[in-house]
């Protein structure tokens, strides 16, 4: 935890925040901090700043804030990503956000098991601690938006488009050029399952406009050529 997140639920007067659960827990085992000490704190969709610990012990840690900077500017790309397997899932939103993308899709595909779409990581709960997770590990305060599409028919034709807002569209595939996104202001990455999109996939996001990148001749994780391709867009 790189920045201790809060949002108004938390705040008990004007620059007065008191918080519980797994961030006290951090405070007080991880970080070993006592009254007095100083942490670096965020507003959730606000500003970044410090804050004195003016109280710590079992019922809370209750903080004096001051909040004086805007958080990182987001990654220039918005991210598309064939629903993975759980563990997968919980990285990938993780690291995405910790790269500052503010708009994740999740989408059917032929090589995605529909058991996926049952996991209890796509609850919203769980779905929100992985993203706090990665604001906290970046120092970022802005919620990236989640969507969800359960047919692959809608995510080309309705969930693709909103998220592209006329922004290029690159599609990672097994098998073709290495990813050059010509430091676009702004794109979509979409990014198939480890097996690779199925060729009906292929013809209609080719009929979409994407056009198809790789990161070479080896068969990546999908977390790994998230977190690869979202570096190469970044420029």
Same mark, same amino acid.
């Given at each position: 935890?790189?920045?201790?997140?809060?949002?108004?639920?938390?705040?008990?007067?004007p #620059?007065?925040?008191v918080? !519980?659960?797994?961030?006290?827990?951090?405070?007080?085992?991880?970080?070993?901090?006592?009254?007095?000490?100083e942490? !670096?704190?965020?507003?959730?969709?606000?500003?970044?700043?410090?804050a004195?610990?003016?109280? =710590?012990?079992?019922? #809370?840690?209750?903080?004096?804030?001051?909040?004086?900077?805007? +958080?990182?500017?987001?990654? +220039?790309?918005?991210? $598309?990503? !064939?629903? +993975?397997?759980?563990?997968?899932?919980?990285?990938?939103l993780?690291?995405?956000? !910790?790269?500052?993308?503010? #708009? @994740?899709?999740?989408?059917a595909?032929?090589?995605?098991?529909?058991?996926?779409?049952?996991?209890?990581?796509?609850?919203?709960?769980? =779905?929100r601690?992985q993203?706090?997770?990665g604001?906290?590990? $970046?120092?970022d305060?802005?919620?990236?938006e989640?969507?969800?599409?359960?047919?692959?028919?809608a995510f080309v034709?309705?969930?693709l +488009?909103?998220? *592209? *807002?006329? *922004?290029?569209?690159?599609? %990672?595939?097994?098998?073709?050029?290495?990813?050059?996104?010509?430091? %676009?202001?702004?794109?979509? @990455?979409?990014?198939?399952?480890? #097996?690779?999109?199925?060729?009906?996939? =292929?013809?209609a996001?080719?009929?979409?406009?994407?056009?198809?990148?790789?990161?070479?001749?080896?068969?990546?994780?999908?977390?790994? %050529?998230?977190?690869?391709?979202?570096?190469?867009? *970044?420029g």
């Amino acid at each position: 935890m790189n920045v201790l997140l809060f949002d108004e639920a938390d705040e008990v007067a004007p #620059g007065r925040v008191v918080v !519980a659960g797994r961030r006290l827990r951090h405070v007080r085992e991880i970080l070993r901090a006592k009254p007095g000490d100083e942490l !670096a704190v965020g507003k959730l969709g606000g500003a970044l700043g410090r804050a004195r610990i003016a109280r =710590l012990d079992d019922l #809370g840690l209750e903080l004096e804030v001051t909040l004086e900077r805007e +958080p990182p500017p987001p990654h +220039p790309a918005a991210l $598309a990503v !064939a629903l +993975p397997r759980p563990p997968s899932l919980r990285k990938v939103l993780q690291q995405a956000t !910790a790269l500052g993308v503010k #708009g @994740i899709s999740f989408f059917a595909s032929a090589r995605v098991e529909k058991s996926y779409w049952q996991s209890s990581a796509l609850r919203p709960d769980a =779905l929100r601690e992985q993203l706090l997770l990665g604001l906290e590990q $970046a120092g970022d305060t802005r919620v990236p938006e989640l969507t969800f599409a359960k047919r692959f028919r809608a995510f080309v034709t309705e969930h693709l +488009p909103t998220l *592209a *807002a006329g *922004a290029p569209v690159f599609a %990672a595939h097994p098998g073709h050029a290495r990813a050059d996104f010509a430091r %676009a202001e702004r794109c979509v @990455i979409v990014v198939g399952p480890e #097996g690779g999109f199925v060729d009906d996939e =292929l013809a209609a996001l080719e009929r979409a406009g994407a056009r198809f990148v790789g990161l070479g001749p080896r068969v990546l994780r999908v977390e790994t %050529a998230v977190v690869a391709l979202l570096s190469r867009a *970044a420029g």
